[in-house]
């Protein structure tokens, strides 16, 4: 069975640094079920916001506007993780963070996309001022 798993979020200062990782688990090589990963979040109250993507063949990634400069995305194959290290942390980054895998394109043209097949249950990230 297919699945994602986040963790890493926890309780930080605003300016300091978080990293979150994205375990999957039960893909098929070349079924492409996991062809991108995709890391968002959703806060109280708002919608979910497209963090960022990595395609897993090639390496590809796209970081939305909103965190530019301060997330990065990356991965590690041989361990099936996928990475967001988050730095200079902000209030508003306050929400719980999801990853997600599917046969989706992530590509700059097809960013954001929420049309991702298995979803994480969430990890929390709390950053207080």
């Known amino acids: 069975e297919e699945q994602v798993v986040e963790s890493g979020g926890g309780l930080v200062q605003a300016g300091g640094s978080l990293r979150l990782s994205c375990i999957r688990s039960?893909?098929?090589?070349?079924?492409?079920?996991?062809?991108?990963i995709g890391w968002f979040r959703q806060a109280p109250g708002k919608d979910r916001e497209a963090i960022s993507c990595?395609?897993?063949?090639?390496?590809?990634?796209v970081v939305a506007d909103s965190v530019k400069g301060r997330f990065t995305i990356f991965s590690d194959n041989a361990k099936s993780t996928v990475y967001l290290q988050m730095d200079g942390l902000k209030p508003e980054d306050t929400a719980v963070y999801y990853c997600?895998?599917?046969?989706?394109?992530?590509?700059?043209?097809?960013?954001?996309?929420?049309?991702?097949?298995?979803w994480g249950r969430g990890t929390q990230v709390t950053v207080s001022s």
């Open positions: 997600a895998a599917g046969s989706v394109t992530c590509t700059r043209r097809y960013f954001p996309t929420f049309e991702y097949d298995y």
């Open positions: 039960g893909f098929i090589v070349g079924d492409h079920g996991d062809n991108a």
């Open positions: 990595i395609s897993t063949p090639d390496g590809g990634t």
